[in-house]
């Protein structure tokens, strides 16, 4: 299984940006896709997930600024970010996983597989 992420970067407060994770060595469509993100010297924080059948997940404090959505023609699943506040710079990772449950109550890197991460920076 391989995931690779792209599309951090810095943005002014307020500004958007989309990050997408392709993934590759297995069946995309069949399995669901997450996004966490991880500030230096604090712990993970998970963000988003969306199921094999497209149900959708966020945690509070990024509800109605970030959009999930997986195009499994091209193994790709994507978060769009708007309305970015500082507090959301961070490394963010794509993971999937074998046999993950629910989203909900996640701690942690306890998924199977990850990305290498890619940076958001959010600053004036």
């Known amino acids: 299984v391989q995931l690779v992420e792209s599309g951090g970067g810095l943005v002014q407060p307020g500004g958007s940006l989309r990050l997408s994770c392709t993934g590759s060595?297995?069946?995309?469509?069949?399995?669901?896709m997450g996004w966490a993100r991880q500030v230096p010297g604090k712990g993970l924080e998970w963000v988003s997930g969306i199921y094999a059948d497209g149900i959708t997940w966020y945690t509070y404090s990024v509800k109605g600024r970030f959009t999930i959505s997986r195009d499994n023609a091209k193994n790709t699943v994507y978060l769009q970010m708007n309305s970015l506040e500082p507090e959301d710079t961070a490394v963010y990772y794509c993971?999937?996983?074998?046999?993950?449950?629910?989203?909900?109550?996640?701690?942690?890197?306890?998924?199977?597989?990850w990305g290498q991460g890619t940076q958001v920076t959010v600053s004036s």
């Open positions: 060595g297995f069946t995309f469509s069949n399995y669901p």
């Open positions: 993971s999937t996983d074998d046999s993950l449950g629910s989203f909900e109550g996640l701690r942690g890197k306890a998924t199977d597989y």
